[in-house]
């Protein structure tokens, strides 16, 4: 499924986001410990990981998608 969905957000980014913004909360259990996404919140969650990974690379950083969502859920900016 993961393919199927990089390929829609390549398509229509927005309305991925958004079919993704209204799925239930998800746990998922990662290296650096528990993170909990809400659905409510899941659409900033986004911004803020996609703004971080931005920021990284602007600093010669190539981060994965996964690390800058683990990164802004544990607070970094």
């Known amino acids: 499924m993961r393919e199927r969905y990089i390929a ?13 913004g209204a ?5 998922a259990e ?8 809400q659905a409510a919140d899941s659409g900033d969650l986004v911004a803020r990981a996609r703004a971080y ?4 690379k602007a600093a010669g950083i190539d981060l994965g998608w ?5 990164a802004v859920s544990e607070g970094k900016q």
């Not at 990662?30 to 996404?37: C, N, Q, R, T, W």
């Not at 990974?53 to 990284?56: L, R, S």
């Open 23 to 27: 799925m239930p909360a998800v746990t």
């Open 8 to 20: 829609m957000h390549m398509a229509d980014a927005k309305g991925t986001e958004e079919l993704i």
């Open 30 to 37: 990662l290296p650096s410990g528990e993170i909990a996404l």
């Open 53 to 56: 990974q931005a920021k990284q």
């Open 66 to 70: 996964t690390a800058a969502v683990t």
